[in-house]
C-alpha cells in the first residue's frame, strides 16, 4: 500500500534521517514515537514530498513518487497534518473545509461560475464542522479559535482530502483530556481500508489506537513491533519511556 | 444555509457602481481635455485591476508588469502599421501574443516565492524595456508614432473623437472589471485567495499550486496587454518607456492606495493617481512626493485602501447613530 525504502536527509552536518523504511498496509493503524528531535517530523516530510530525501524512495501502491510535489502526492490519496497548525487564518472553519474540500474536488479548473452558490461544497464543510465538534463554531474565524479547535480543524482540513494513506503529526499536542478524547474516537472512526501513520507523545492514545509501533531515535528506527513487545523492551524503556 | 456561510456583501460593489456613474458624469459634463484624461484613467483602470489580481487576489506581488503592458502596446502597432490590420483584428492579436508572452514569462517567475518572485519581474520587465530600447523595427528610444485606432464608422461614429474613443475605453474596463470579478468569485480565485493566505497548506491539501500561479500571472499579463494596446491608440504612440520599471511601480502604487483585492479599489486607486498627477503637475515639479507622501499615509493608517475606507464606512456611521 504505502513504503518508504532507505530515506535519508541531511541538514548540513546534521543526519537528521538515517535510512528509515517503513511499510504500511491498507487498514493498519501504525504508531511512531521518539523522543524529541529524533527526526519524526521530517521523515513525515520526506514522505509528504515537503523536503526533498538526500537517498531513498517512497512507494504508493506499488508506483514510486519519486520527486513529485507534495500537491502531486495529495491528489494520489496521501494526506497529511501539520504539527504546528497550519491553517488558512483569516477564514472561517466552514471557510477552511470548503477549501480544501474545494481542492479534493479539483474545482480549482472552474473560472467562471461562482464559488459561494456550491451548496454541496458548503453543506459537506458544515457537515464536517459538526463531525469534527467545531459545529457550534463554524462562522468563526480559525485565527479566534481555541487551541485544541484549531487542531482539531487541522486534522479535519486534511481529512477533507479523503486521503487514502494519511499522516498526523502529533494530533493531540497541547489538548485537554477531552479534547484529546475526541481525537481518538475521530481516529477510530476513520474509514476501515484507510493506512494511517501518527507520531504522537501521548503513550496511552498511541498504544490505545496502534497495531504497529516503530521507535525513531537519533534519525533511526530503534525498534518495531506491536505495542505490547514496544512496551517491554528494556531499550525502548531505557531510551525513552524513562523507566529504565 | 448557504447565507450563514457567505459573509455580508462587502460595499465594494456601490464603488464600482459609483466608478461608473462618475464616468457617465465626467463624459457629460467635461471637455476634450476631460475626456482625454477620462480615456487614460479607464486604461489605467484596466491595467490596476489586472494587477489586482495577482497582487490583491493571489498575493503575487509583481514589479514588472508594465513588460506586458508595453508589449501589448507594442504588438498593437507591430500588427497595426507594420501587417496593416484593422484595430479590431490587431487588438485580439495583441492580447494573445501578450498572454504567450506572459505565461513564458510566468512560467519561471511562479517558481519562486517572495522576494525572489520580486526581483524575477523586475528582471522581466527591464529585459522588456531594454529589448524595446535596442530594436531597430520599433525606432528604439524614439518609439513609434502613427498608431490608428478602432473604426467604429460602421456606427457612423469616429473613434479619433475623444467622446467616441473614452466612451469606448469606460466600457472596456467595465467588461473587464465583470471578467475579473467573475474569476475572483470562482472557485478558481478562492483558491488563490487561499494560495495568497497560506500556500503551503494549499499544496497539501492537492492544489497544483504552480499551475493556478501560472494561470493568474497569463490572464493578469493578457488583460495588461489589453489595457496596452488600448493605450497605444489612445495616444497614438509608444515608446520603450512603457516598460519601465517605474510604470509598473506606480500601477501598484494604484493597487495599493485604491485597495488591494478589491478590483473596484483598483480602479478608484487608477483614478486618483491619474487626476492628482494631472492637478499637481500642473501646481509643482514635485507632485510624484506628493503621491509618495500619500502612498505611505495609505499604507501606515489605511488598511485596504480607500476602498477598505469605505467598506469600514458604514460600520462607523451606523455605531455612530446608536450612540446619539
Ligand atoms: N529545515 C531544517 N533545517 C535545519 N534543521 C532542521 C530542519 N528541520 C529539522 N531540523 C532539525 O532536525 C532535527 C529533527 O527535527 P524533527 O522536527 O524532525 O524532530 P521530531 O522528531 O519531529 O521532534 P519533536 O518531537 O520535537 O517534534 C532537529 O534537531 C531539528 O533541529
Ligand atoms: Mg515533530
Redesign the interface.
Known amino acids: 500500500m504505502f513504503e518508504a525504502r532507505g530515506l535519508k536527509k541531511s541538514y548540513g552536518a546534521l543526519a537528521v534521517v538515517r535510512g528509515v523504511s517503513l511499510s504500511v498496509a491498507a487498514g493498519e493503524r501504525h504508531g511512531i514515537i521518539g523522543p524529541n528531535g529524533a527526526g519524526k517530523t521530517t521523515f513525515f516530510n520526506l514522505l509528504s514530498g515537503e523536503a526533498a530525501a538526500d537517498a531513498g524512495e517512497v512507494c504508493m501502491d506499488g508506483i514510486n513518487l519519486g520527486k513529485s510535489p507534495p500537491d502531486a502526492r495529495a491528489r494520489a490519496g496521501l494526506g497529511r497534518s501539520f504539527q504546528h497548525n497550519s491553517l488558512f487564518a483569516g477564514l472561517t472553519v466552514a471557510e477552511n473545509l470548503a477549501i480544501a474540500i474545494a481542492q479534493r474536488k479539483k474545482l480549482y479548473k472552474i473560472f467562471w461560475r461562482g464559488f459561494l452558490s456550491r451548496t454541496e461544497v458548503f453543506a459537506e464543510a458544515l457537515d464536517r464542522a459538526h463531525r469534527l465538534g467545531l459545529g457550534a463554531q463554524a462562522h468563526t474565524r480559525a485565527a479566534h479559535l481555541s487551541h485544541g479547535a484549531m487542531r482539531q480543524l487541522e486534522i479535519g482540513l486534511t481529512l477533507a482530502l479523503r486521503p487514502k494513506v494519511l499522516l498526523l503529526d502529533e494530533p493531540t499536542s497541547g489538548m485537554s483530556p477531552e479534547e484529546t478524547a475526541a481525537i481518538k474516537n475521530l481516529i477510530r472512526r476513520l474509514p476501515e481500508e484507510l493506512a494511517l501513520l501518527v507520531i504522537e507523545h501521548d503513550m496511552d492514545v498511541i498504544f490505545d489506537l496502534a497495531s504497529h509501533i516503530t521507535v525513531l531515535d537519533y534519525g533511526e528506527v530503534l525498534m518495531r513491533g506491536a505495542p505490547a513487545e514496544v512496551r517491554a523492551s528494556p531499550a525502548v524503556r531505557a531510551r525513552y519511556l524513562g523507566m529504565g | 444555509?448557504?447565507k450563514?456561510?457567505?459573509r455580508a456583501p462587502d460595499v465594494r460593489d456601490p464603488l464600482a457602481a459609483a466608478l461608473v456613474a462618475a464616468a457617465a458624469m465626467a463624459w457629460l459634463f467635461t471637455g476634450d481635455f476631460g475626456k482625454e484624461v477620462l480615456s487614460e484613467v479607464a486604461v489605467f483602470a484596466i491595467f490596476a485591476m489586472s494587477l489586482d489580481l495577482l497582487v490583491g487576489c493571489a498575493g503575487l506581488v509583481s514589479l514588472g508588469h508594465a513588460a506586458f503592458f508595453a508589449l501589448g502596446a507594442y504588438a498593437v502597432a507591430a500588427f497595426g502599421v507594420f501587417v496593416n490590420l484593422p484595430m479590431w483584428m490587431a487588438m485580439p492579436l495583441a492580447v494573445a501574443v501578450t498572454a504567450v508572452a506572459a505565461a513564458a514569462a510566468g512560467f519561471f517567475a511562479v517558481r519562486l516565492g517572495g522576494v525572489f518572485f520580486i526581483m524575477m519581474t523586475l528582471a522581466i520587465g527591464q529585459m522588456v524595456y531594454a529589448f524595446f530600447l535596442n530594436s531597430r523595427a520599433f525606432n528604439a528610444d524614439d518609439g513609434m508614432a502613427g498608431i490608428g485606432r478602432v473604426d467604429f464608422s460602421f456606427l457612423a461614429l469616429d473613434s479619433g473623437e475623444p467622446a467616441v474613443f473614452s466612451a469606448f475605453a469606460v466600457c472596456a474596463a467595465v467588461a473587464v472589471f465583470l471578467l475579473l470579478r467573475?474569476?475572483a468569485?470562482?472557485?478558481?480565485?478562492?483558491?488563490l485567495a487561499?494560495l495568497r493566505?497560506?500556500e503551503?497548506?494549499?499544496?497539501?491539501?492537492?492544489?497544483?499550486?504552480l499551475r493556478?500561479k501560472l494561470?493568474a500571472f497569463t490572464l493578469a499579463g493578457a488583460l495588461a496587454g489589453f489595457a496596452g494596446a488600448l493605450a497605444a491608440q489612445h495616444n497614438g504612440f509608444i515608446s520603450p518607456d512603457l516598460a519601465f520599471w517605474t510604470v509598473s511601480g506606480e500601477v501598484l502604487v494604484m493597487v495599493i492606495v485604491g485597495g488591494m483585492g478589491s478590483l473596484s479599489g483598483a480602479a478608484l486607486g487608477a483614478a486618483l493617481v491619474i487626476l492628482l498627477r494631472h492637478h499637481l503637475a500642473g501646481l509643482t515639479e514635485f507632485w510624484v512626493f506628493y503621491l509618495g507622501v500619500l502612498f505611505v499615509l495609505m499604507v501606515l493608517f489605511a488598511e485596504g485602501g480607500v476602498a477598505g475606507m469605505l467598506s469600514r464606512l458604514p460600520r462607523k456611521l451606523h455605531r455612530r447613530g446608536g450612540n446619539v
Open positions: 444555509m448557504l450563514t456561510v457567505t467573475m474569476v468569485r470562482s472557485p478558481f480565485g478562492h483558491t487561499a493566505r497560506n503551503p497548506r494549499l499544496r497539501s491539501l492537492g492544489c497544483p499550486v493556478c494561470a
